[in-house]
């Protein structure tokens, strides 16, 4: 018998808490119109936390709590804040994602042309809300069985 102790292998990182990965398009629809508008505000919340989450470690940026944007700095800017805000918020997401290795075209860009541009067919807003939970999904899957 060898003298030399076995060693466990270091176990997982756990991870801070358990994200969301059941965001759905149909979730923000029915239960925002049944609030009035409130779960899709809670919706965001929780997109911008979990992604400071995720993200943090990777690129040290914060994402802005998404009640600051709707009731102070978007009302005094006109809303332009709130554009900032989705901008830089997809922009993240999308290379949260591709840093995880998903293969997705989400960015800037997704909101800009389904969010605002898509508007004109009706339906662009809901594609983007799609595609949103769909990045996230996966963002959260990944976190939450890797714990990183």
């Given at each position: 018998m060898s003298n030399t102790p076995y060693q466990q292998p270091a176990p997982a990182p756990m991870p801070l808490k358990v994200m969301n990965n059941e965001r759905a398009l149909w979730k923000f629809i029915v239960f925002g119109i049944?609030?009035?508008?409130?779960?899709?505000?809670?919706?965001?919340?929780?997109?911008?936390?979990?992604?400071?989450?995720?993200?943090?470690?990777?690129?040290?940026?914060?994402?802005?709590?998404?009640?600051?944007?709707?009731?102070?700095?978007?009302?005094?800017?006109?809303?332009?804040?709130?554009?900032?805000?989705?901008?830089?918020?997809?922009?993240?997401?999308?290379?949260?994602?591709?840093?995880?290795?998903?293969?997705?075209?989400?960015?800037?860009s997704t909101f800009w042309l389904w969010g605002i541009l898509g508007s004109f067919i009706i339906v662009g807003p809901y594609i983007y809300v799609y595609k949103l939970c769909a990045a996230m999904n996966a963002i959260a899957n990944s976190y939450n069985a890797n714990g990183i």
């Open positions: 049944i609030t009035c508008g409130i779960y899709n505000i809670v919706f965001f919340s929780g997109i911008g936390e979990d992604l400071n989450i995720a993200a943090m470690r990777r690129d040290g940026k914060k994402t802005m709590h998404y009640c600051l944007v709707v009731f102070l700095l978007g009302p005094i800017t006109c809303g332009i804040y709130t554009l900032v805000w989705f901008h830089q918020m997809s922009e993240r997401l999308g290379s949260e994602a591709r840093a995880r290795g998903f293969a997705t075209d989400f960015g800037a």
